[in-house]
């Protein structure tokens, strides 16, 4: 699996959603201007996410973008999926029946995805809050930050 841009900006614009007051919305401008992603881009991403049902969009002056779930119910594997990244493994080939070595690499890698996409549908956007709040906070920093 290889973590794109894509992915990147998608897990941080959430987090930063997850920030917000209430979790009330926020507007496309100050998520990209906080966390340096391209507003355009950004834009993509959030309706992206907005059809996988993670974040919900309202119009007005008021309105932005706001997580459509608690943190602790988006996972880090539906935030990737959502935006079209892929953690399959990359070869799609059976392996040689004739080869007993291809046999045994094929298992560990099938057992390793499994093990990895375990992992990323095990780990929460509050997971990844509390984990940035953390580090903030031994290092003496305030509490918002840029992802």
Do not use: C, N
């Not at 290889?2 to 900006?9: A, I, P, Q, V």
């Not at 920030?19 to 496309?28: D, E, I």
């Not at 993509?44 to 943190?71: C, D, H, N, T, W």
Request: net charge neutral.
């Amino acid at each position: 699996m290889k973590l794109t841009t894509r992915g990147h900006y998608s897990v941080k614009a959430l987090l930063d959603l997850s920030l917000q007051p209430g979790y009330g919305p926020t507007s496309v401008r100050a998520i990209s201007r906080r966390q340096d992603i391209p507003a355009p881009y950004l834009e993509k991403l959030l309706i992206e996410m907005r059809r996988a049902g993670l974040v919900e969009s309202l119009r007005g002056a008021q309105g932005g973008y706001k997580l459509a779930r608690q943190p602790a119910q988006i996972s880090l594997g539906q935030i990737l999926e959502a935006v079209g990244e892929t953690i399959e493994p990359l070869p799609h080939r059976a392996p040689d029946a004739k080869l007993a070595e291809d046999w045994v690499t094929f298992t560990v890698w099938r057992q390793l995805h499994q093990k990895l996409k375990e992992a990323l549908y095990s780990i929460s956007l509050e997971d990844l809050y509390f984990d940035a709040r953390s580090w903030q906070a031994s290092l003496g920093e305030e509490t918002s930050f840029v992802v």
